[in-house]
């Protein structure tokens, strides 16, 4: 049973910051990647950013220079760092992580996310 858990949205003001953290837990051999996507009312959901065990890491280009994702392998958290932030980017944010597990299972876990609001 693997579980992943997102925590830390809620609203803010426009410019304001916050931090989100994603812990998985349970039956894991092994986290390869971690990201976070977001989903706005009426929209498809779309990429945050991405890290890779090793560090490497991908950000849609609206993102970059305003969010930080980040990971803390030992903890099996992953954290997204979002400054600079505009009512657009009000969504619900979600947590994925591919793991192996403890009977070599490889699969893409989600979280339930986190509702971000960011006021104008």
């Known amino acids: 049973q693997v579980q992943v858990v997102e925590s830390g949205g809620g609203l803010v003001q426009a410019g304001g910051s916050l931090r989100l953290s994603c812990a998985a837990s349970g039956s894991i051999r092994s986290i390869f990647t971690m990201g976070w996507y977001r989903q706005a009312p009426g929209n498809q959901r779309e990429l945050v950013a991405t890290i890779q065990s090793g560090g490497d890491t991908n950000y849609a280009e609206s993102m970059k220079g305003r969010f930080t994702i980040s990971r803390d392998n030992a903890k099996k958290t992953v954290y997204l760092q979002m400054h600079s932030l505009k009512p657009e980017d009000t969504a619900v944010y979600f947590c994925?992580?591919?793991?192996?597990?403890?009977?070599?299972?490889?699969?893409?876990?989600w979280g339930q996310g986190t509702q971000v609001t960011v006021s104008s």
């Open positions: 994925s992580a591919r793991i192996m597990t403890i009977g070599w299972s490889s699969n893409t876990y």
